[in-house]
């Protein structure tokens, strides 16, 4: 336990430091060093591979997570790893055949308007090749109980290099055609690296004939195939769309927005790496009545701690957007929308561990993929209707049906909710912290006004939470560093 302790908060640490990279890069030098247009580009390149890279996966990177340690003979380990190995290549192979067929037919998708995508659109395969082989190294040193490294190379290495790199666009040492030329090689040099960190935790020999349980294998990989498919496709889907409809540098406008929304998962990738494993030991036991307190602790804690950065974030997006280039204009209710969705994602608290480790895991599965046809319809109709915010329309109400019927289902099959008193007053604070702090905006330069305006809410934020007493676990958190 002492492992996963550690690895956990080295993690988070880590992934702390990711996101405020990576919100460096998106909000000024991306902004500043590169043409909307280009920034456009790489974010709809970045979004497509993200949406194709789980199809060329096969779900290795789950299932090798899921088997390595049932095999206790080495040659049947040797059979699975090659196999784990193998079944992305063959998947790229064919996806590259039926690319290079119909090559002057995917180009004929982009139009006069959009034409600056045409000389980079193998860039997209390129980069869905190297995720793909990325995330099935980094599952091979997971296995291994070794994350941090890999941690490390997913959330820090790509976003200092991009930083790197948009010097480079800044001091003209790049051109911007040059600068997404190097973003592929850093992805390729990124799962090299990820490729040599692994092969030395563990090295194996090839072996292609199939292991034994080959039929558990395919099977299950299928099924984690329509779940990251459709986890991912609802993340990245409405970058894409929108490009079919607009010209390409609103896909970066809506970008920025739902990166800045995107903030708010930063809890919850904390909280399930602790919660996963807890969940799992009390299904495994059948000990429901703790396995409900951990539903509700995990619910409450999530939206509350949340629940603050949505206010911060919502109440200095305005201010936020002063010291961006006057060309990137702001969509609040796209900030709002995906603000939103998150929201939800964490006031669910441990409710996919609940689903994943149970029987249920196929349902959930199969309506995720009803969801994702539904957020493309979605998509069709409001981009051309309501523009970049019609993509967030989509995408929320997509999330919110997906999540209702994820809740619908724990409470159906376990007779299990996440919800208690202090859930509609932890609701009520975030609500009327958004409506008395957003509209108001001291006189300063926007920098200073988002330090006083933070510090403001941030304080009386966590006072009230604490007089209120409405996360008990929060309320022991604070006596003991305030003690200290």
Known sequence: MGVVVNQTIK?????????????VNTLFLFTNFLDEEYYGLV??????SNLIWPLMAFGVHNTLIKFFSSYSDEVQKNRFLTLMLVLPLVIALILGVLGTIFYNTILSFFDEKNSIVQPYVWTIFVLAFALSYFEMFFAWSKVKLKSIFGNIMKELFVRICISILLVFVYLKILSADQFVYALVIVYLLRTLIMKLYA?????????FSLPINYKSIFKYSALILIAGSVATLLIDLDKTMIERYMPIENVAKYGI??????????????????TYPLTAKLMNAKEYDQLSELYKKSSLNLLVT??????LIVCNVKELFEIIPEEYE??????????GSKLFDNLLGNNNSILYCSDYYRIVLFIGLGLAIL??????????????????????TAVFCYNLAKLWIVRMKFKLHPFSRKTGLALFLIVAFVFGFYFWEFDFHPILNIFLKSLMIGILYILILYILKVSLDINALLKKYTSK
Not at 11 to 23: K, P, Q, S, Y
Not at 200 to 207: A, D, I, K, P, V
Not at 257 to 274: E, T
Request: glycine share 10%; with cysteine; proline share 2%.
């Open 257 to 274: 927005c739902a990166y800045i929304a995107s903030v708010i998962i930063i809890p919850s990738r904390a909280m399930h790496q602790i």
């Open 11 to 23: 993690n988070v640490i880590v992934t702390c430091l990711g996101f405020g990279i990576g919100a």
């Open 330 to 339: 702001l969509f609040v209710w796209v900030v709002m929308l995906i603000g």
């Open 43 to 48: 974010t709809y390149v970045l979004s497509t």
């Open 375 to 396: 957020a493309i319809v979605l998509n069709l109709i409001c981009i051309p209707i309501f523009g970049v915010t019609g993509a967030a329309i989509g995408t929320f």
């Open 306 to 311: 949340s629940g603050l950065l949505f206010v």
């Open 199 to 207: 092969l030395r935790l563990h090295s194996f020999s090839l072996n």
